[in-house]
């Protein structure tokens, strides 16, 4: 199976029971990693995810998966939090995350590059506004692989 049908099966199965909690389904990726299948589960809420919220998620759709059985292979399911390089990948999170340092990578150079670091200035007609060393870039939607929220740290 494909492992963008997977994600799409797992995101229909899994968006009712992290609605259900009060959580936003973040992500969903279908890796395999040496011989061993990863199914990954990323979930948010405002306050941050506690332990307690991953498991629930886990206990609930792992019962799911069991029951209707969409993956013919085994795996390992595992559900967190996205992290500090949390992955923007729907329209509400480039209005959400507007102002924050995001890093954008290109599946083809976009101005002789395929990566940008800057301040998300947002989302505009499916393309991706990035402010870079005081100058705008606008990506195109379709040709952006992916974009993280990029770590701040002050020393």
Not at 98 to 115: D, I, L, S
Request: glycine share 8%.
């Amino acid at each position: 199976m494909a492992r963008h049908r997977v994600e799409d099966i797992v995101t229909e199965l899994s968006a009712p029971i992290t609605e259900s909690l009060g959580l936003e389904l973040v992500d969903i990726e279908y890796v395999k990693e040496g011989a061993t299948w990863f199914l990954r589960i990323y979930i948010d809420k405002p306050e941050g995810i506690t332990h307690d919220d991953c498991q629930a998620v886990s206990i609930r759709l792992g019962e799911l998966l069991d029951q209707k059985d969409p993956i013919p292979q085994s795996y390992v399911l595992e559900v967190s939090s996205p992290g500090i390089e949390r992955p923007l990948k729907k329209p509400a999170d480039f209005v959400r995350f507007r102002g924050h340092m995001v890093r954008a990578t290109t599946f083809a150079p976009v101005n002789g590059q395929k990566e940008f670091v800057g301040l998300l200035e947002g989302l505009e007609d499916g393309n991706i506004l990035i402010s870079v060393d005081d100058r705008q870039v606008t990506l195109p939607g379709e040709s952006v692989a992916k974009v993280r929220l990029e770590p701040a740290f002050k020393i």
